[in-house]
């Protein structure tokens, strides 16, 4: 494949940093931009060799020129941030938008309405955009899914689980999703196509939970969570205005599969064991808990 120059917003993310890196390996050049300054990570990108970038999504003038320079764009924020873009993409530029399986799986939640709302912005100015319904994202710490239960875990001999646990998820290890996307980016089969993207395995949530226990070396007793109760209780505080780790909208979608519903799903190839093993490794560095 000729080289070509893409553009990666929200590098400074691991799931952004993990798309430069795959896109770095297959010989492209690569503009990674950040919206805020990170030293940190701004030198970790420089020694892969992207040339960086600051760039804020809101800031028309400075992404439409950031478009105008390079061949196709990866975005990582979650589409309803990165949906403005999109109107400054060039006709036929190939690029990649970042959605949700949820949308799918509770359509009529008012943060996956506003995500399909965005998919039509995008599909109504871009044709040519890949979007990638991720289901559950894992594998680095602060991943907000397995490594926050991972960590929790670790502290405490007893972990709550929303429901009874039988219902099915299908985490994608975030390295796959990356590698997906750079591979996509010019796969001319799937531009203007939507789709959604899962891990190889599909287990039950207590059997998940258990799996994040084994990673840690630890027996953890699982506490099943009556949701409908639990879920009114997070409902009433939420009404206060008390922040809490926890949303009742998402107790109450404890009892649906998070599995993909379309045939055309794209299968990643860790598995579960392996993505949690390089998770808990990551975790164990200096600054990954």
């Known amino acids: 494949?000729?080289?070509?120059?893409?553009?990666?917003?929200?590098a400074g993310g691991a799931l952004g940093g993990a798309i430069v890196r795959s896109?770095?390996?297959?010989?492209?050049?690569?503009?990674?931009?950040?919206?805020t300054r990170r030293p940190d990570i701004e030198?970790?990108?420089?020694?892969?060799?992207?040339?960086?970038?600051?760039?804020?999504?809101?800031?028309?003038?400075?992404?439409?020129?950031?478009?105008?320079?390079?061949?196709?764009?990866?975005?990582?924020?979650?589409?309803s941030t990165s949906k403005t873009a999109a109107q400054f993409l060039k006709p036929?530029?190939?690029?990649?938008?970042?959605?949700s399986n949820n949308v799918e799986i509770d359509p009529d939640d008012a943060v996956y309405a506003e995500l399909l709302g965005a998919e039509d912005v995008v599909r109504a100015v871009a044709p040519a955009a890949?979007?990638?319904?991720?289901?559950?994202?894992?594998?680095y710490p602060g991943d907000g899914n397995l490594s926050r239960l991972a960590a929790f875990m670790k502290r405490f001999p007893v972990a709550p689980m929303p429901g009874a646990g039988g219902a099915l998820q299908q985490p994608v290890y975030y390295e796959d999703l990356?590698?997906?996307?750079?591979?996509?980016i010019f796969d001319e089969t799937l531009a203007g196509k939507t789709r959604s993207i899962a891990g190889p395995e599909a287990i039950s949530q207590r059997e998940l939970y258990a799996a994040v226990g084994d990673a840690i070396g630890k027996r953890v007793m699982l506490a099943p969570l009556p949701v409908n109760a639990v879920?009114?209780?997070?409902?009433?505080?939420?009404?206060?205005?008390?922040?809490?780790?926890?949303?009742?909208?998402?107790?109450?979608r404890a009892s649906l599969n998070k599995t993909p519903r379309s045939a055309d799903a794209i299968l990643t190839g860790t598995p579960l064991k392996a993505g949690l093993a390089e998770m808990v490794k990551a975790m164990g560095r200096p600054g990954g808990s």
């Not at 896109?23 to 919206?35: E, F, M, Q």
């Not at 036929?92 to 959605?99: A, E, I, K, L, N």
């Not at 990356?178 to 996509?184: D, K, L, N």
């Open 1 to 10: 494949m000729t080289s070509k120059r893409i553009l990666v917003v929200g």
């Open 23 to 35: 896109l770095l390996r297959d010989g492209h050049r690569v503009l990674a931009t950040l919206r």
């Open 43 to 79: 030198s970790v990108l420089k020694e892969t060799g992207a040339e960086l970038q600051r760039l804020d999504l809101q800031d028309d003038e400075v992404v439409q020129k950031a478009l105008s320079e390079i061949d196709a764009a990866i975005f990582t924020p979650i589409l």
């Open 92 to 99: 036929g530029q190939r690029s990649v938008f970042f959605s």
């Open 130 to 139: 890949t979007i990638l319904r991720p289901t559950m994202i894992y594998g």
């Open 178 to 184: 990356a590698e997906v996307a750079a591979a996509v």
């Open 231 to 252: 879920a009114g209780l997070v409902k009433g505080s939420e009404g206060l205005g008390l922040r809490l780790p926890v949303k009742a909208a998402q107790l109450t």
